[in-house]
């Protein structure tokens, strides 16, 4: 994998635990990231019609605005757009595949070697498409 190329990405992080947003948000930032946070979907979906993002991270149970319907409507405006979806439900099908709104998922708690592989993947692999 192209290491190289997955630096100094902007990434979208959502979550609305602020421990696990500032833990996220400090192992993306070590990895030469750049962090813009939002604390529920709402507020997340406004920052990314406003700007452009490499990749979103989101967690699924939020307040105004769901991870998977932020994921949908990021979808909707920006098919390509990558999406790594983070849960602490199993069970409930949170897998990503067709008819799903989003890349990967995480299920929390994992661990931040998961999370690298997994951004990293997702930098690799996919492209930005809101531009």
Do not use: W
Not at 43 to 71: H, I, K, N, W
Not at 99 to 114: N, Y
Request: proline share 6%.
């Amino acid at each position: 994998m192209d290491t190289e190329r997955n630096l100094g990405k902007r990434i979208l992080l959502v979550d609305d635990e602020c421990i696990v947003r500032e833990s996220v948000k400090c192992l993306l930032v070590s990895d030469g990231h750049t962090v813009v946070e939002a604390n529920n979907g709402a507020e997340a979906y406004s920052l990314f019609t406003q700007s452009r993002f490499d990749l979103v991270v989101t967690d699924c149970v939020m307040p105004f605005l769901s991870g998977d319907e932020l994921a949908a409507r990021i979808k909707r405006m920006s098919p390509r757009q990558p999406i790594l979806m983070m849960t602490g439900y199993f069970g409930f099908g949170y897998k990503p595949g067709p008819g799903r709104p989003f890349d990967a998922v995480l299920h929390k708690p994992f661990e931040s070697e998961v999370l690298q592989r997994e951004v990293a993947k997702l930098l690799f692999d996919c492209e930005p498409a809101n531009q």
